[in-house]
């Protein structure tokens, strides 16, 4: 593809449609950005396929209908509804304990205390309350994680006997998908949640800093002053009356890390306490022995995207009912241990709902599935924590450069290649760069932009410059079919409608001309005329009979010549000429321009020769029409009109020559164009017709050497003549006869 130079209008459209996606992507409206989640979801699920690498240590606990229905109906000793009694939770924890799973994770909000509960009767007789023994079995266990929430926290009873809270909010798009997760919510000392409730304070705004938060007010900020340990004083927010069993000096917040994250620490035994937060950076770094380092890639805001790997039903999740895991827990409490099983050793065990039915089903849609369990999402939390694989979203630079670059490349195909090849064109590099993009998540989970891309620059760029191609450039082929149609052959006129560069405005250029002359036409002429000033002179007819006679006479001799030019036109046109003018009885015509041919003296030539021949045929055929014309010119005699002229035999005279000349447009907008060539070798070929003679082909050295080129076997044919002493030029010219007969 040649490069064609691009002209100021499409490089503005291209500049305006770039900085427009740009300035869209930049806002990203939602709509957008719903449709850039949707090919992220498509790529979630189909990267499935590819068996990315999971941790084999998770498992799930469910409650499930039929958990539901076997305590209802006494698995336990007696009849519980739906909202169980605590110490049932508690035998889950003791069962899991005993089989020495590593983590045990609530995703059930414990809100509050329930003394309405039954006590509960331990080994040795006595008795304890349900809540209590659920406490206790989690402090003996001390691997239990609780849930949290910031419109929930668990009491203090299970928050102080837990080994660590875990965030279990869910915050899905604005499509209903849950896609990502808040990687650590804050739990705010009760001093700033009674603050915040009695002066309107939103706490998810504060500007939180190494030496003071700012809570935001109307009309004035609060501002609380922090010392070098990150403690606040409680003086300054009660005065001196400190309340009783309250610090003085403590922690504004408390940061709850996502339960997923806080299960996967306690696997990689990861520092959260410590962790390096920079959300400036879009990270979150944690420690942990050995060198061990975890980077969560975040926003400005803290959340992640969920590596959704790991399914409900996954053949890597361990999966069992709630009503096994307390049917095992009473046959150890009865010491029926021979047929137990230890399958949750070492697990990471998540224990949440998968009833149906009721409320507390906790479904919803993700990017695998339409409908399934949400607590999935802890367990594929935990699983891009422990291997270090996360989903990573292009940074908003690179999306704009990756824009920008495949907008300009659109641009640059859709400009410089015709319309099936551009509109190929910028497929194919939208299947390929799509691919990458694929193979980018399914490889290195990473989240390469499609939409503003593909949907935006390549789109806009191809639509709005092909649009401009079609408004625009139509009007240039018109204008150039309308001055070459009757200059050139159809095919020709294609072939320059199609080209990517055409020289119209002036261009040097080595050319074959052709001047080929009527031999016979002006002496036919004058007998003609002679005839008819006769046939009026003897018949003494008025000037306007007379005047009727001349123009009659005038037509038929301008017919005989335009029969001769015609029959040398098509024989130029046919092998790919440029019909440049008539003058007079002369035929003027060149090769290789507007459109390249490389053997244009050749093609020059075989015109030549087969206009000779043509004319030949012509001659013929007109001299087998004088038996009719005689017969018709006794009737015209008899009629008092005056007779036709016999057709005679009429030859061509041909001038080649091949040089290098100036070719273009001549002529302007208000008087019209005309396509020719001229310059001193134009002149040659004029002078080389008129010493050709008639019936004769005369082609100069320069043309001769062509022929020895491209076609020896013609140049063999041609017989070399004494040089001829050519009016304009100082030296005798090398000249040849083609014989054609």
């Not at 896609?179 to 002066?199: D, G, I, M, P, T």
Request: charged residues 25%; glycine residues 6%.
């Amino acid at each position: 593809m040649q490069f064609k130079r691009p002209k100021r209008a499409p490089i503005l459209l291209a500049l305006i449609v770039l900085a427009f996606v740009c300035g869209i992507r930049l806002l990203n409206p939602d709509f957008l950005d719903r449709l850039e989640r949707m090919t992220y979801d498509w790529r979630v699920r189909a990267s499935q396929k590819f068996s990315p690498p999971v941790a084999t240590n998770l498992a799930f606990v469910s409650m499930e209908d039929s958990s539901i229905s076997e305590i209802r109906y006494g698995l336990l000793g007696q009849s519980y509804g739906l909202y169980w009694p605590r110490h049932v939770y508690g035998r889950i924890v003791e069962e899991l304990s005993a089989q020495g799973a590593k983590a045990v994770a609530f995703d059930i909000l414990f809100g509050e205390l329930r003394p309405d509960h039954a006590p509960v009767s331990m080994a040795d007789g006595s008795l304890i309350e349900s809540d209590n023994f659920f406490a206790l079995q989690m402090h003996q266990a001390g691997n239990v994680i609780s849930a949290f929430t910031p419109e929930v926290m668990p009491p203090d009873l299970f928050a102080t006997n837990s080994l660590e809270l875990g965030d279990i909010s869910t915050e899905k798009d604005s499509d209903g998908v849950l896609r990502r997760v808040k990687s650590f919510n804050l739990n705010w000392h009760a001093a700033f949640k009674s603050a915040a409730k009695e002066f309107g304070i939103n706490l998810d705004q504060a500007q939180i800093k190494s030496d003071r938060i700012i809570l935001p007010q109307p009309g004035k900020d609060i501002v609380v002053l922090l010392d070098k340990n990150g403690d606040f004083d409680l003086a300054d927010f009660v005065g001196d009356k400190i309340p009783k069993g309250w610090k003085r000096y403590d922690k504004p917040f408390e940061r709850v890390w996502d339960m997923g994250i806080v299960i996967a620490a306690q696997e990689l035994k990861l520092d959260l306490d410590h962790a390096e937060i920079d959300l400036s950076q879009g990270r979150i770094k944690f420690h942990g022995p050995n060198g061990i380092e975890r980077t969560i890639p975040v926003d400005a805001n803290g959340n992640f995207y969920i590596d959704w790997r790991i399914t409900p039903t996954s053949t890597n999740l361990l999966r069992a009912p709630i009503e096994n895991i307390l049917k095992q827990d009473k046959l150890r409490l009865l010491g029926e241990t021979n047929d137990l099983k230890n399958e949750f050793r070492g697990k990471l065990v998540i224990i949440g709902s998968a009833a149906k039915g009721n409320d507390l089903t906790d479904r919803g849609a993700t990017p695998l599935e339409n409908d399934t369990l949400l607590v999935s999402k802890h367990w594929n939390v935990a699983n891009s924590v422990i291997t270090g694989e996360f989903i990573r979203r292009t940074p908003l630079a690179l999306e704009l450069v990756i824009v920008i670059f495949l907008g300009a490349m659109t641009a640059i195909l859709t400009w410089q290649s015709r319309g099936f090849v551009a509109a190929s064109g910028a497929i194919l590099v939208a299947i390929i760069y799509g691919a990458i993009a694929f193979f980018a998540f399914a490889k290195f989970r990473f989240w390469l932009p499609l939409v503003y891309p593909i949907a935006g620059a390549m789109l806009m760029e191809y639509l709005i410059l092909a649009a401009h191609r079609v408004m625009f450039e139509e009007g240039e082929k018109r204008r150039v079919k309308s001055v070459f149609s009757k200059l050139v052959s159809p095919n020709v006129v294609n072939e320059l409608l199609g080209a990517e560069k055409l020289a119209l405005g002036g261009a040097h250029r080595e050319i074959t001309i052709f001047f080929a002359d009527v031999r016979g036409f002006t002496t036919l002429t004058d007998q003609i005329q002679e005839q008819v000033v006769a046939f009026v002179r003897n018949r003494k007819l008025d000037s306007t009979t007379a005047e009727k006679y001349f123009e009659e006479s005038a037509r038929e001799t301008l017919e005989t010549v335009n029969l001769y030019l015609a029959t040398v036109a098509e024989a130029v046109k046919k092998h790919g000429g440029t019909l440049d003018k008539y003058i007079g009885d002369c035929v003027m015509a060149f090769w290789n321009a507007p459109s390249t041919n490389e053997k244009h003296a050749l093609a020059c030539v075989q015109a030549a020769i087969e206009t000779q021949r043509a004319i030949v045929k012509l001659n013929a055929q007109r001299l087998a029409q004088n038996p009719a014309r005689e017969i018709e010119n006794k009737a015209r005699l008899a009629a008092g009109l005056p007779q036709k002229p016999l057709h005679v035999e009429l030859h061509l005279g041909s001038g080649v020559n091949t040089g290098f000349v100036t070719v273009g447009l001549m002529g302007s907008d208000a008087h019209g164009f005309n396509y020719t060539v001229f310059g001193r070798d134009v002149n040659l070929a004029s002078r080389l017709e008129g010493v050709s003679g008639s019936s004769r082909i005369i082609i100069s050295d320069t043309t001769y050497l062509h022929l020895l080129h491209h076609a020896p076997e013609i140049a063999a044919t041609c017989r070399e003549l004494p040089p001829e002493q050519i009016k304009g030029f100082r030296d005798a010219v090398r000249i040849y006869e083609v014989p054609w007969k």
